[in-house]
């Protein structure tokens, strides 16, 4: 099926199920918006396509609804900044989000999922939590060598079932845009390969099925005017997780994560904004399920097809507001992997593309919008939420 009648199919059906499209207009610059919606309707929420045309599982499509949540007192004070400028009311942070979805793809992948956000004490106290379930097929590459006679990518077509939950619950420190928490994540999951000869490997190395537990410590530092659209200021996070047979887990590895995003108002209407990840896996096992290691996370670029010990990226993106509403953008990041076997080789990838977004929910600052985006191999096509990172 064609991409656009993918999106056509899943936006339709999502728009007519709201009670009129022509009275969805914001007083203030009368543009389509659905920001009064969500905030008036006792049931209101953003419908959101998925639209899915990821390298590694194809395409394919769902739907996804975002609730904000908020007081009678907190509405108000949102509808008075929204009708006194264009950006008022964006800085403002609803004290609970709500996030459910389920999409499928052409492969037989699928997934479901639900999430929560809830702060306190004026987001001094914050707890996320979320779980889902589904079925990735994903091609899994593994480098084979035999000293320097064979070097060859061996692709491996694996699947993958299982039901995942998480939770963290965060602190602020003071005053200060800092906070400090503890993370937990659990799953369980069974792979299975296409391929008789890895099946059997699998099955005799992993077992029929696995669990997955971990136990981590997380901070955040957050100066962003806004958490979904920023345009200024940054955030950087990171994270320690261990899993390990003492909480419930199959496996013991360790996992280091560390993100950052900046965004520098260069001029009026334009934003200059970089984003970088960095990753350390460690474990003794000698078999691990395909997907628990880390890999490179790029838009043009499959999920899993570079996987490392170390994985590295860093992407660049320039932001022009045509005005209040349209914002086109253009992007280019770059990948690395290496692995504590130096005999491994090492993986670099470029990826580099463009896309749009338009302000869907002025109250709130939501913008949607669609990437297209390019890498030596492949290209694809994203339907966001936010910034792109």
Known sequence: MHKLTIFSALLVPLLTTLPSIASFKDPVDERFDLGHHLAENAHGFLPIPILITEPAVGYGGGAMG??????????????????????GGAQLMPAAITLVGAAGTENGTWFAFAGHRHSWLNDSIRYTGGAGLGKANLDIYKDISIGSLFNQTLKIGTKTSGVFAMQQL?????????????????????????????DKLLKLALGEGSMTSGLGLIAEYDTRNNLFFPTKGYTVNAEYMVYDEAIGSKWNYQNLAVDGQVFIPLANSWTLAFAGNYQYFHSNESFLSPTVRPYVDLRGVSSYRYQGDEVFTIQSQVMYAIDHRWTVSAF??????????ESKQKHKVDAYGAGFRYQIARRYGLYIGVDTAFSKEESAVYFNVGSGF
Not at 332 to 341: E, F, H, I, K, L
């Open 66 to 87: 975002l609730f904000l949540h908020e007081t009678e007192t907190e509405k108000n004070k949102r509808k008075e900044l929204a009708m006194n400028s264009l950006d």
């Open 332 to 341: 280019y990041g770059q990948g690395r992997t290496s692995d504590q076997d």
């Open 170 to 198: 965060q602190f602020r420190v003071a005053d200060t845009p800092l906070m400090l928490g503890v993370k937990q994540i659990f799953g369980k999951s069974s792979v299975e390969s296409d391929n008789v000869i890895i």
